[in-house]
């Protein structure tokens, strides 16, 4: 695998939109006519084992991600959750031990194949981090980044606000979209940053721990837009918090020590009848 290790915006945009349009999403047409389920599945992960040097992360792991809902992962630390949620944009092409082996298919077309371009895939698979991190910009300047680097068309003040009322942010800043957006609160920081994030109009949103820094009313913000987000994206989260993964998935993976997925399956199943005695015991606290 071909390590990507500066995420640029050189590249002519042309090409990248070619290269997403034509091969990210190639096939799903034809697949329309012949099989529902394709249209059904936006991430499908086969026999997927990354390495760190000698250390193996994942191992083995294989998963398919339903379109327009929330998928959870769970699981101790350490176990790889964060590690596969990598593995969806091929931000473990910034890493340069790192090794993915196995075949990870957005809507049909593996996006490790070597005519994918990782930086436009990128662009596709918006990604929110645990910790808050917008740009020392303004509001408004934070939101119509991705759009201006990638020469999108359009009102960008219709943009704007329109990724802001997605993400329960515009009653807050809307006179103010001048303000830095350093100088939000947390939670405000973290909405600015998914509002950075769906304004290029992704397919899939990752969200690696989003409320984990956040007091319990902005998590409950933060929990309110997943679930509405999800009526317009794929929303794959990542959390400690089983309580949480319970009240706003979906479905919900089960990460165990060794990189092993464990059981993955509706989210009501995973917490109420798991298959897995192994998932049992972790559920219930018996270790983790």
Request: proline residues 6%.
């Given at each position: 695998m071909s390590q990507d290790k500066h995420m640029t915006d050189d590249s002519p945009e042309q090409d990248d939109e070619q290269l997403i349009t034509t091969n990210v999403t190639a096939g799903l047409e034809?697949?329309?006519?012949?099989?529902?389920?394709?249209?059904?599945?936006?991430?499908?992960?086969?026999?997927?084992?990354?390495?760190?040097g000698d250390t193996q992360a994942l191992e083995s792991v294989s998963l398919e991600i339903p379109e327009t809902q929330v998928t959870a992962m769970i699981g101790p630390s350490g176990c790889g959750k964060s590690t596969f949620l990598r593995c969806i944009n091929r931000m473990n092409d910034l890493i340069d031990v790192a090794r993915v082996d196995?075949?990870?298919?957005?809507?049909?077309?593996?996006?490790?194949?070597?005519?994918?371009?990782?930086?436009?895939?990128?662009?596709?698979?918006?990604?929110?981090?645990?910790?808050?991190?917008?740009?020392?910009k303004s509001i408004y300047d934070n939101v119509a980044y991705g759009r201006r680097v990638q020469g999108m068309d359009g009102d960008m003040d219709d943009a704007v606000e329109r990724a802001l009322r997605r993400a329960a942010l515009w009653d807050e800043v809307k006179?103010?979209?001048?303000?830095?957006?350093?100088?939000?609160?947390?939670?405000?920081?973290q909405r600015?940053?998914?509002?950075?994030?769906?304004?290029?109009?992704?397919?899939?949103?990752?969200?690696?721990?989003?409320?984990?820094?956040?007091?319990?009313?902005?998590?409950?913000?933060i929990e309110d837009l997943i679930e509405e987000l999800a009526e317009d994206y794929t929303v794959v989260i990542v959390t400690h918090n089983m309580q949480q993964a319970a009240r706003i998935s979906d479905r919900t993976a089960v990460f165990l020590t060794g990189g092993e997925l464990?059981?993955?399956?509706?989210?009501?199943?995973?917490?109420?009848?798991?298959?897995?005695?192994?998932?049992?015991?972790?559920?219930?606290?018996?270790?983790?």
């Open positions: 034809e697949d329309d006519s012949t099989d529902s389920q394709a249209t059904e599945t936006m991430i499908d992960a086969q026999d997927i084992d990354v390495y760190y196995g075949t990870l298919r957005l809507r049909n077309k593996n996006i490790y194949d070597e005519d994918v371009d990782p930086v436009a895939l990128r662009r596709r698979v918006g990604m929110v981090f645990q910790e808050p991190n917008p740009f020392p006179d103010q979209l001048n303000k830095s957006g350093l100088d939000l609160s947390g939670g405000q920081q600015l940053c998914i509002a950075r994030a769906i304004a290029v109009d992704p397919d899939i949103v990752l969200m690696d721990e989003p409320a984990s820094a956040l007091d319990p009313i902005a998590t409950s913000k464990v059981e993955y399956d509706d989210t009501n199943k995973i917490f109420e009848n798991p298959s897995s005695q192994r998932v049992e015991d972790y559920i219930t606290g018996k270790f983790g």
